[in-house]
């Protein structure tokens, strides 16, 4: 959804620098805004990012507010701010039960009467979904990949061909993002996914947890044990394997 940046600064009680009109639509980080995004900074490291950042405007403190060129709500605390305009930014998704209508399934795919295949939901030939599986919206799947009993694809995961995810595991759950106000703790959206490449193989109950702003990324080949945890923003590179 969409809202203005006067909106903002009044509903967050930030000082609005710049054009109240302007429109926010999504996050995303400094190096990787675009029009229509707000990113933040709360770390002094990645200041000299500012200068090319193309975000539609900032959440800065009052103190690096002169390096802004373009808007920028000012706020005395710009990751707390931040986690509280993502969650407006992208509210939680909604999902459809059963086999929704928009999904793609190759007639050559074996689908458990009882798993959730959600909008949009892509899967190539000769995959396998077993008993009490869940695919949520957006999920894709290639060619020949096996997914085991119990397995949980949470929304917008991208998975190649020829991969193997044993029970149990957990695939784009949120990463464990939190920001502290005076009231507690505040969670910040986590709005990036999860992008698996070909032929990785993920051991049972093992976690992958989506990116908070951009993707985990697990290359192709890598092979995962049981029990293992994959944070937000993780790479992992082509053919490595943990245990």
């Given at each position: 959804m969409a809202v ?6 009044t509903r967050?009680g930030?000082e ?13 980080t ?17 200041r000299?990012q ?9 959440i800065?403190?009052?103190?690096v507010?002169d ?13 707390l ?5 993502a969650?407006?930014l992208h509210?939680?998704p ?16 074996r689908?458990?009467?009882d798993a ?12 396998v ?20 009993p119990?397995?949980?694809i949470?929304?917008d995961v ?11 595991s ?12 005076r ?17 990785v193989?993920i051991g ?5 947890d ?19 945890q ?9 053919h490595?394997?943990?245990?």
């Amino acid at each position: 959804m969409a809202v203005s940046l006067g909106e903002l600064a009044t509903r967050f009680g930030c000082e609005l620098q710049g054009d109240p009109s302007v429109m926010v639509e999504r996050v995303a980080t400094l190096l990787n805004a675009s029009a229509g995004s707000i990113s933040f900074l709360s770390n002094p490291l990645y200041r000299e990012q500012l200068a090319a950042c193309q975000a539609s405007a900032v959440i800065v403190k009052a103190d690096v507010a002169d390096a802004c060129s373009g808007n920028a709500l000012i706020a005395a605390d710009p990751y707390l701010c931040f986690a509280r305009i993502a969650a407006v930014l992208h509210p939680p998704p909604v999902f459809a039960a059963g086999i929704h209508p928009t999904a793609v399934v190759a007639e050559t795919a074996r689908i458990a009467a009882d798993a959730h295949i959600g909008p949009h939901v892509c899967i190539g030939e000769r995959v396998v979904i077993n008993a009490g599986s869940v695919l949520e919206s957006g999920v894709r799947i290639g060619a020949d990949t096996r997914v085991l009993p119990r397995v949980t694809i949470m929304h917008d995961v991208v998975i190649g061909a020829r991969c193997l995810l044993h029970s149990g595991s957990v695939i784009g759950a949120d990463g464990f993002g939190n920001a502290m106000s005076r009231e507690g703790w505040v969670k910040v959206p986590q709005v990036g996914s999860v992008v698996i490449g070909d032929d990785v193989e993920i051991g049972a109950n093992t976690t992958v947890d989506r990116g908070t702003i951009d993707n985990t990324v697990i290359d192709n080949g890598v092979r995962l044990d049981n029990l293992i945890q994959i944070g937000h923003n993780v790479r992992i590179g082509e053919h490595s394997a943990l245990a």
